[in-house]
């Protein structure tokens, strides 16, 4: 079973998850704060969506990721999951995920959370305005939807569409890397398993491959996300350099990564058995967090954090 982002079975989590998406504009396990963008920036182009400004206050890219050269996280480091807002991290992080249009958390290994295979909650009429051929319909023309987080999918499925699809997020993949962070963590890879046979996990990997290369070229480290059912050969191939696993202890899927990565894998759990079981199975050697799966900032009613 792929550990495709966590399905909440119970109709008033899911009304909340979705409320919570529609709202504050962040998708994924993965609902969140960030807003939609057009309300925070102008537009640069009339056709391309504009990355995010680096910030002055950002942490500086370290010596060592110029273009060209880069590394994926420490393995087995303390690590925090922020992408549905940012927050000064819990003392003895050192590793944090944050969405592409936060700042770099100052002293600490950033990654940079870009959606880059579905569309964010509240970009839809931008897409549609800019790019509709980029949007994935069925054979009667209608939008395909991800039902379970309510987001639109990316049309990836021939080399025009993907070029195309790389340099918008490509944009986004070059304002990560002038803000100060690390790495990429390009959610929805598998996206596929959900696209009504339309797209393919070659689609997906070759797509992926090009995000991975922009990423590179920028001096930033490729993370796999999910898509357990990736062969070493494949994940490798593409470019990925590390893993974020959701749940992959609750869904005995963590092997999958370490076969490829080692100990460079970090993992996400939502419940408290899964972060158990993750902590007693492979919290020696692998970054293990337990989040509240709307992944909260301090002050919620909902928040969640622990490490092992």
Same mark, same amino acid.
């Given at each position: 079973?792929?550990?495709?982002?966590?399905?909440? @079975?119970?109709?008033?989590?899911?009304?909340?998850? *979705?409320?919570?998406?529609? +709202?504050?504009?962040?998708? !994924?396990?993965?609902?969140?704060?960030? #807003?939609?963008?057009?309300?925070? =920036?102008?537009?640069?182009?009339?056709?391309?969506?504009? !990355?995010?400004?680096?910030?002055?206050?950002?942490?500086?890219?370290?010596?060592?990721?110029?273009?060209?050269?880069?590394?994926?996280?420490?393995?087995?480091?303390?690590?925090?999951? $922020?992408?549905?807002?940012?927050?000064?991290?819990? !003392?003895?992080?050192?590793? *944090? /995920?944050?969405?592409?249009?936060? @700042?770099?958390?100052?002293?600490?290994?950033? %990654?940079?959370?870009?959606?880059?295979?579905?569309? $964010?909650?509240? &970009?839809?009429?931008?897409? $549609?305005?800019?790019?509709?051929?980029?949007?994935?319909? &069925?054979? /009667?023309?209608?939008?395909? %939807?991800?039902?379970?987080? &309510?987001?639109?999918?990316?049309?990836? #499925?021939?080399?025009?569409?993907?070029?195309?699809? @790389?340099?918008?997020?490509?944009?986004?993949? &070059?304002?990560?890397?002038?803000?100060?962070?690390?790495?990429?963590? #390009?959610?929805?890879?598998?996206?596929?398993?959900?696209?009504?046979?339309?797209?393919?996990?070659? $689609?997906?990997?070759?797509?992926?491959?090009?995000?991975?290369?922009?990423?590179?070229?920028?001096?930033?480290?490729? +993370?796999? =996300?999910?898509?357990?059912e990736l062969t070493s050969t494949d994940a490798?191939?593409? +470019?990925?350099?590390?893993?974020?696993?959701?749940?992959?202890?609750?869904?005995?899927?963590?092997?999958?990564?370490?076969?490829?990565?080692?100990?460079?894998? %970090?993992? %996400?759990?939502? /419940?408290?058995?899964?972060?158990?079981?993750?902590? #007693?199975?492979?919290?020696?050697?692998?970054?293990?967090?337990?989040?509240?799966?709307?992944?909260? @900032?301090?002050?919620?009613?909902?928040?969640?954090?622990? !490490?092992?």
């Amino acid at each position: 079973m792929a550990a495709n982002r966590r399905k909440l @079975t119970m109709g008033v989590a899911m009304a909340a998850v *979705v409320a919570v998406a529609l +709202g504050a504009g962040i998708g !994924a396990a993965d609902a969140g704060t960030r #807003s939609s963008w057009w309300s925070a =920036k102008p537009a640069a182009k009339p056709t391309t969506k504009p !990355a995010a400004k680096p910030s002055a206050s950002a942490t500086p890219v370290p010596t060592g990721t110029a273009a060209g050269s880069w590394a994926p996280p420490p393995a087995d480091a303390t690590f925090d999951y $922020q992408i549905g807002g940012a927050y000064t991290p819990p !003392a003895g992080v050192t590793v *944090v /995920s944050r969405d592409r249009e936060a @700042t770099p958390a100052a002293g600490t290994y950033t %990654i940079c959370y870009v959606n880059a295979f579905q569309v $964010q909650p509240g &970009d839809e009429s931008w897409w $549609q305005a800019h790019h509709d051929d980029l949007l994935l319909k &069925d054979k /009667s023309g209608k939008y395909v %939807i991800d039902e379970d987080w &309510d987001e639109m999918m990316l049309d990836f #499925s021939t080399d025009a569409k993907r070029t195309a699809l @790389t340099e918008i997020v490509g944009e986004w993949i &070059d304002g990560c890397a002038a803000a100060g962070f690390r790495a990429i963590e #390009s959610d929805n890879l598998d996206s596929y398993t959900r696209s009504q046979k339309l797209l393919t996990q070659e $689609q997906a990997l070759a797509y992926a491959t090009a995000l991975n290369s922009r990423a590179h070229a920028q001096g930033l480290a490729a +993370g796999q =996300k999910n898509t357990a059912e990736l062969t070493s050969t494949d994940a490798r191939k593409a +470019g990925f350099d590390f893993a974020v696993a959701e749940e992959c202890a609750d869904f005995d899927e963590c092997d999958a990564y370490t076969a490829t990565y080692g100990s460079n894998v %970090i993992v %996400i759990e939502y /419940s408290r058995s899964g972060f158990a079981k993750a902590c #007693s199975s492979v919290g020696g050697t692998l970054s293990v967090v337990l989040r509240d799966v709307d992944v909260t @900032t301090p002050g919620s009613d909902s928040y969640v954090y622990e !490490a092992c």
